[in-house]
């Protein structure tokens, strides 16, 4: 990296050559190594937050500095202030910031934007049982006093008594949205509770990159937004061992620094079982603990509209699942054929396992394939399997099995490992432990698949076992270009009953909460290339720009690729052997228009028929609605906008 | 001439070869890039924790799969002339098998300053690349041979051959229609305005030309979507369509009828407003640079020679004046060559143009470096030819000019 | 063109003072320049005074009053003179923030490139030779750099290391104050400026050395020069004021782009940032709100369109005004 770093030397200089000196360290400066641990379990290295007490303001004590010192290890004499966090909450009107980002709502429908904890309330993993912090500039203030940051008279930012003002610095995206919503909260922290805000905005590649912004917590206070599930996992976000940090190579999202020892193992234990009733107890404690502390100030639900021409008929549209859930059931109330919808962004590319766009995979789900769909925060299986399977329903089974030294097992690492002394596991009871002896119990999850006979590729060819078997060859290969394996590497077997039921046995230890959405996939391995080969023999490393499966792959779902016009539309049709029968929407075509008010002008112009991404153009989209010219759905997304509060001086 | 061509090509080359590494550099050293994607994924999903998690060693192989772990000259010689691919061997010898040739992990180093503030930095290598490393890895022939690689983020692992020949047509036809519509309109007003000075009419096109430049391109755009599109639909008019290239399906409009998706005049319709915003955009440069020009040429002798003469006096103005007046109007053709190419980035995205320079804008917003550089790449190579041309056209126009 | 050689001597023997006074009686005489001028003078007075004139801060926010119409008031009765943007903050103050930095962001990269581009292309075109060769392949190179990049690269730079580029702190404080903005607003503002106008001055060198090319060979030139006067001389004397009248309308072309193009890379994401307002980010805010207040992008987008008009009148005028033989 010697090289970057000149380079950036020589940029400057090549920019600028009359400026003075460039930002080179000074003399005297000690160097040391950092040694980065990869494998094994991150050194954590920050202190853990204390709740001595019930009462809401529980004093932070920072116990001894850890032995490197420094950055990331010393407590943020603001933000490492339990009461100067709670007063963040309480000085932000977060009905307010909803305000000004949609001015155009009633009060009713900005309430129901509001969220207090890390799911909606409408979630099954939500617990009422905690800290909500209603706009109460008058309590934060009260806790700034008595944090000791004093008002001295006539408002303006608070000192403390050794004259430092409370200034927080605070990092977000540079889109307009995220401007907007930082430039409310610096105007509602000043001039309610006294607190400076000094904003720096950055282009996404920043803000979100591996080696910048937040990943390497270079910030005090910070906001964006994370996409709702179905499982409210929460593991990476919250656990003690998922801090970033320079000594496990910036692993982890817990961007806070955050450790609070029984909110950690909460979280754990509640993604370490697959019981839903010990699940919701386990995510209760947590969310507890969560809003106690005030690490991360849930600041409000993103407003999602999605739009229809009025000739539109039975779509839907739903917080967690896209309008694509029920695709097969679309139809036109005029009885024409031909439907258009818009799409934001381009398919990198038709292969879903190496897809980098969530939105392109989902929806090809559903067009080429029989998705498991996600309404309401859960899971459904409307399409080709006979049933979801779970645990409740007997798809799925989770033995508690034996294991001894030299088995392979799933480690707390998330690895598979061979058993021996001293590898950490989680048992059956929900337990980490650290093996050292003779057998110990844990689960072993199995979970069988059945699909619907007769479900056909769209030549007419039958889904068969060797084509299950083609995917899961395929999409463990280290060569796909797979992004993660750890899927893959959690299987300790796959056996097949018939050509339409498999059974994945997954090792002990391994506790997908998501099972039952696991499947294994299918490719036609039947299916004869351009060049005479079949798919079956093509070398993996060949897949990712192979015509056949990148740019028109095979479908079983309700349509079938006919075009892919680059930069434009991609084209379907109506497939003759759906399973359910052919659809009535003959042609389908995706257009590709990135910029919401040319696709809000093609609505209204009646050029496309659907859009599910208003975006700036929401309010002429409401409008639109309601002078009937259009249909409109509108709900509270899974997005949610939070306050990140980084514990330790970046 | 000869002589001096060669001379002007071998430089050129240089020139070609020094901007293709500055530009290199620039986005070698730009945020972002496929792992930053795939970052931004996983934490949009809200920390996917477990089975799909993304770790260390995930990441290498990403890294390794796009080449981010090499050095930034091995990179770029690999890019531009596909080279180096492996040990050089000769016989049965390796040789420079132990290069190293780049860092999979890079070492971290913490500087402690004596005012105790301290930082972290990438320094050194913890775990190098050999050059031996790169046989097994997919690899192109070079830029400069034609090889444009594979996306990395637009159409993952394709050619960007593809992606720009999709592109392509679209902006040559909305680039090309536009300049020459804007040159055709352009000078003859901007002769106009010269002949007939402070006239109404040179006041009225003088305005209009300097309306068309004095806000962004983008007002424009959304403007005439607003007018002519969304309002002029609403009243019952004929309408233009508010984007795209061609309709996905028959439309009706009145006075019009039904339009079928895919003929002539459906393209036709979806090409006026594109095109008529560039145009109005554009014209104003070259009236305002004509109209300089021609008063700069109109006093001088050998037009009041040629007037004198007794030639009408549209010849005068055309063969002796406008001739002359063009002289320095070729630099600006200079321009015109990567322009037609380049696209316009502003309006191709108002009216979802699906032209090259949208998908430059596309590439840099999605961190696509293979894909930005290799639109670079064509554009230095042809601002260096329009610059030659352009030369050349110089002494053509102006025999006094010499070419050293 | 004996003309041409008359009327260089014409000015050779013109007292300077002479020539001002004639350029500044034809100026005086050019109705829409005047015109133009005066708005441009009170507009930039009156941005000068954007502190005592504003009727709001800067950047005070009322979320009861977003995107009010021009005229309108707040709920407690205040009046908004020309409305309100998407966050309720004044758009008559924001905009004459904004006419400050704007103007004098335009001003200054078009001042700065221009100057660049016409030593060097001077140089180039006089010398010709190595000299030619040299500035001509350097100005073909800096033309090449992609710009979107390297604005995207100086705001990450910045970001990771606000002190990795160090401009002296009087400079920090003369910008600063220059553009009524806080210091570390400024950063930002003269690294736009620095990279636009460093990026800039290609096509005015371009131009210029052709002009000096055509220029060179005259015979007056050649006479000069035999007469033994200095190169820097018939440069400044000879062939700058032949060069003049192009290189004004190139000068306030050039000062159109700038303050139009700030508006586009705003519009791309690329340009000063909001909360320091510019004309061009105004706009940029304010097309998002086009379908449902459409007066918002033509309040916003006023402003950079009469500067523009006024700036463009101006040079038409200071070009005829310049040129001798033109018939004010």
């Not at chain 1, 932070?60 to 909450?89: F, H, M, W, Y």
């Not at chain 2, 041979?145 to 902006?171: A, C, K």
């Not at chain 2, 229609?177 to 009225?204: E, H, K, M, N």
């Not at chain 2, 369509?241 to 039904?258: E, H, I, Q, W």
């Amino acid at each position: 990296m010697q090289t970057q770093r000149i380079l950036k030397r020589l940029i400057v200089l090549v920019l600028a050559p009359f400026l003075l000196a460039c930002g080179s360290p000074q003399a005297q400066v000690v160097r040391e190594t950092v040694i980065v641990n990869q494998t094994s379990a991150p050194v954590v290295q920050t202190v853990i937050v204390e709740a001595t007490s019930e009462s809401d303001t529980a004093q932070v004590e920072p116990t001894a500095a850890s032995s490197t010192g420094g950055k990331l290890t010393q407590l943020n004499p603001t933000l490492g202030d339990v009461r100067v966090r709670q007063a963040i909450a309480y000085c932000i009107d977060r009905l307010e910031i909803a305000k000004a980002r949609y001015p155009f709502l009633s009060d009713e429908e900005r309430q129901a934007l509001m969220i207090d904890s890390f799911v909606p309330s409408n979630h099954w993993a939500y617990s009422d049982d905690i800290t909500k912090y209603p706009f109460d500039p008058e309590k934060g203030k009260a806790l700034l006093e008595e944090a000791g940051w004093k008002d001295n008279g006539g408002g303006g930012v608070r000192y403390r008594d050794d004259g430092t003002p409370l200034s927080i610095k605070f990092l977000s995206a540079d889109t307009a949205t995220s401007q907007n919503i930082g430039a409310v909260m610096e105007q509602q922290l000043i001039n309610n509770c006294g607190i400076q805000l000094i904003r720096t905005h950055a282009p996404g590649s920043y803000f979100l990159g591996a080696r910048t912004g937040v990943q390497v917590r270079d910030f005090e206070l910070t906001s964006f937004s994370w996409v709702g599930q179905p499982d409210p996992s929460g593991s990476t976000l919250y656990a003690c061992n998922q801090i970033p940090t320079p000594e496990n190579n910036w692993e982890g999202q817990n961007f806070m620094g955050w450790c609070n020892p029984t909110a950690s193992n909460a979280i754990l234990a509640a993604n370490n079982t697959l019981v839903r009733e010990e699940r919701i107890k386990q995510f209760a404690i947590f969310q507890k603990e969560f809003t106690k502390d005030m690490v991360s100030l849930p600041l409000y639900q993103v407003f999602d509209v999605v739009a229809a021409s009025n000739n539109v008929e039975n779509f839907k549209a739903d917080a967690t699942q896209t309008i694509f859930g029920n695709a097969y059931e679309w139809r036109l109330k005029d009885g024409s054929d031909n439907m258009i919808i818009a799409i934001n962004s381009e398919p990198d590319t038709l292969w879903g396992l190496i897809s980098a766009e969530i939105t392109t995979a989902d929806i090809l789900a559903f067009l080429l394939g029989d998705g498991i769909t996600s309404y309401d925060y859960d899971y459904q299986a409307p399409g080709s399997l006979t049933r979801l399977p779970t645990l409740e329903n007997g798809g799925a089974v989770n033995n508690e099995v034996e294991v001894t030294e030299g088995d392979t097992v799933w480690s707390i690492d998330g690895e598979a490992v061979t058993l021996a002394p001293g590898v950490e596991v989680v048992d059956s009871t929900g337990q980490a432990v650290t093996y050292e002896s003779g057998t110990i119990k844990m689960n072993q999850l199995s979970v069988t698949f059945e699909s619907i006979p007769g479900l056909k590729w769209e030549d007419g060819e039958p889904v068969v076992q060797a084509d299950y078997e083609l995917a899961l060859k395929i999409n463990c290969d280290p060569n796909s270009g797979s992004v993660s394996l750890t899927l893959c590497e959690s299987r300790a077997s796959v056996d097949f009953a018939s050509d339409t039921t498999y059974t994945i046995t997954y090792l002990p230890g391994a506790q997908w909460a998501n099972y039952s959405v696991y499947g294994l996939g299918a490719y036609p391995s039947h299916q004869v290339l351009s060049d005479g080969r079949k798919l079956a023999d093509v070398p993996v490393n060949e897949w990712a720009s192979l015509p056949e499966i990148a740019e028109k792959p095979l479908s079983t779902g309700p349509y079938k690729l006919v075009e892919w016009v680059k930069g434009q539309k991609l084209v379907f049709e109506a497939n003759p052997n759906y399973y359910r029968g052919e659809v009535p929407i003959k042609t389908l075509t995706l257009q590709v228009i990135p910029d919401t008010t040319q696709a809000v002008a093609q609505l209204m112009t009646g050029s496309i028929d659907i859009i599910d991404y208003a975006g700036t153009e929401q309010e002429a989209v409401l409008n639109a609605g309601k002078e009937g010219k259009i249909q409109v759905i509108s709900f509270p997304s899974a997005t949610w906008a939070h306050l990140d509060m980084n514990l330790y001086l970046p | 001439m000869i002589t001096f061509l060669i001379r002007r090509i071998l430089q050129m080359f240089v020139v070609l070869i020094l901007s293709a590494i500055v530009s290199y550099a620039l986005l070698y050293v730009a945020p972002g890039g496929p792992i930053e994607q795939l970052r931004a994924k996983q934490q949009q999903q809200g920390g996917q924790q477990g089975a799909e998690a993304i770790r260390a060693d995930d990441i290498a192989r990403i890294i390794a799969r796009f080449e981010l772990d090499l050095y930034m000259p091995v990179r770029f010689t690999r890019w531009l002339i596909g080279f180096p691919r492996g040990p050089i061997t000769i016989g049965d010898r390796e040789f420079f098998g132990d290069l190293e040739v780049g860092c999979k992990t890079p070492g971290l180093v913490r500087l402690r300053y004596p005012d105790g503030r301290e930082e972290l930095v990438e320094e050194g290598c913890q775990e190098a690349v050999y050059l031996r490393d790169l046989t097994t890895r997919r690899a192109t022939n070079g830029i400069l041979f034609g090889d444009f690689g594979v996306s990395q983020v637009i159409l993952r692992d394709r050619p960007i051959t593809t992606l720009i020949m999709s592109r392509l047509p679209y902006t040559l036809v909305l680039m090309g229609t536009s300049i020459l519509l804007s040159i055709l309109i352009g000078i003859p007003i901007g002769v106009y305005s010269a002949v007939r000075q402070y006239s109404r009419f040179d006041t009225i096109m003088t305005t209009l030309a300097f309306i068309g430049s004095s806000l962004p391109s983008f007002f424009f755009g959304i403007l005439a979507i607003l007018l002519f599109s969304v309002l002029a639909q609403q009243a019952n008019l004929p309408y233009l369509p508010s984007g795209d290239a061609v309709a996905n399906r028959n439309y009706t409009m009145p006075v019009l009828g039904t339009i079928r998706a895919g003929s002539f005049l459906d393209m036709f319709l979806h090409f006026i407003m594109p095109c008529s915003v560039l145009t109005f955009i554009n014209i104003a440069g070259w009236s305002r640079f004509i109209r300089g020009s021609m008063l700069e040429v109109l006093p001088q002798d050998y037009v009041r020679t040629a007037r004198s003469k007794g030639l009408r006096e549209s010849s005068v103005l055309i063969s002796h004046a406008l001739r002359n007046a063009l002289i320095p109007f070729v630099t600006l053709l200079a321009g015109i060559l990567p322009a037609l190419f380049g696209g316009a980035i502003i309006i191709e995205s108002v009216f979802n143009w699906p032209g090259l320079g949208r998908l430059l804008l596309d590439a840099l917003n999605r961190n696509d470096y293979t894909v930005a550089m290799a639109l670079t790449f064509i554009q230095i190579l042809l601002l260096l030819i329009g610059y030659l041309l352009s030369d050349i056209l110089y002494t053509v126009v102006d025999p006094r000019i010499k070419l050293t | 063109m004996s003309s041409q050689l008359a009327s260089s001597h014409d000015r050779i023997t013109t007292p300077i003072e002479n020539q001002w006074v004639s350029l500044l009686k034809r100026l005086l005489r050019h109705r829409i320049a005047m015109v133009s001028l005066a708005i441009l003078l009170v507009m930039f007075g009156a941005s000068l005074l954007a502190p005592q004139i504003a009727p709001f801060p800067r950047d005070r926010i009322a979320i009861d009053a977003i995107r009010l119409a021009p005229m309108e008031r707040e709920p407690d009765g205040q009046l908004h003179l020309l409305g309100t943007d998407h966050l309720g903050r004044d758009y008559f103050t924001r905009l004459l923030y904004a006419a400050r930095v704007s103007m004098l962001v335009a001003i200054l990269v078009s001042v700065i490139s221009t100057l660049i581009g016409i030593v060097l292309g001077l140089l180039a075109g006089y010398f010709g030779g190595w000299v030619d060769i040299a500035i001509s392949r350097t100005l073909e190179f800096v033309s090449t750099f992609p710009g979107l990049t390297i604005l995207l690269i100086v705001a990450s730079i910045l970001l990771r290391n606000e002190n990795f580029i160090v401009f002296p702190r009087f400079m920090d404080r003369f910008v600063a104050a220059l553009f009524a903005i806080s210091e570390r607003e400024a950063k930002q503002v003269t690294l736009i400026i620095l990279t636009l106008s460093l990026l800039g001055w290609t096509g005015t060198a371009r131009l210029m050395r052709g002009l000096t090319l055509s220029v060179r060979e005259q015979p007056y030139i050649e006479a000069a020069r035999a007469l033994g006067v200095s190169n820097i001389t018939i440069m400044l004397r000879h062939i700058l004021p032949n060069a003049a009248p192009p290189m004004i309308v190139d000068f306030t072309l050039g000062i159109n782009g700038a303050l139009v193009g700030e508006a586009g890379l705003s519009f791309l994401g690329f340009g000063i940032q909001d909360p320091t307002p510019t004309w061009g980010n105004t706009l940029a805010f304010a097309k998002d709100y086009m379908l449902v207040s459409p007066w918002m992008p033509l309040v916003a987008g006023f402003p950079i369109l009469i500067v523009s008009l006024a700036i463009n009148y101006l040079g038409d005028g200071l070009r005829d005004a310049i040129d001798p033989r033109s018939k004010v």
